[in-house]
């Protein structure tokens, strides 16, 4: 008997998930690498767009998280959960909170967005080997609690997003390189179940 391809286990799974869901999943990752470029390239040179590789982040990150495809639901709710909730965060950050409070709590939006970000590329780390996606998860929670804790420093943030972009870059270019709908490649992910709904 022959394994099932992945379309088999996910017809067996119950789910709706093919070949433009798993574009989608990649050209999110293809978002948050070029979000990490422009962060990487124009936080050092203290130019206030690079706001627009945190947004580009964002933006990537959502659409990954909406088509991952993963076994466990509760594990692509807390993923996409905790991007939706940083998204708004940031935003009231940037428009409502006080003054001396606005970046802090713009800095927890991106931490609940890296949440989902990480929770991803440790997705990728475990069922593809990928070593990025375990550096990465503990790359975006270092970066983030520095700069929630006041302890970071131009020099050090500036060298943070540069290994964010590079390991993204690495991460993003295997998983494009990887056939569509390809499944685990670790023998550590269990088979879905059948589900009867």
Known sequence: MTDPTLEEQIATAGLTY???????YRTGLVMQALGAAALAVLYPLESPFY???ILMF???ALLS???LLVWMSWI?????GSILIGIPVQILGWMNAPEQYAVSVIIAGIGLVCVGAGGMAGKEAYCFGYREGWMLMWLYPLLVLANLTGLSHPVFNALGFSAAFLLLLSLTG?????PLLSKC???VCAPPQHNSH
């Open 65 to 67: 998280g909406i088509h």
């Open 58 to 60: 964002n933006a990537g």
């Open 174 to 178: 295997r998983k494009l390189k990887q």
């Open 185 to 187: 490649t670790t023998a």
């Open 51 to 53: 706001t627009a590789g």
């Open 76 to 80: 692509k709710k807390i993923i996409v």
């Open 18 to 24: 093919g070949r433009r869901h798993d574009i989608s």
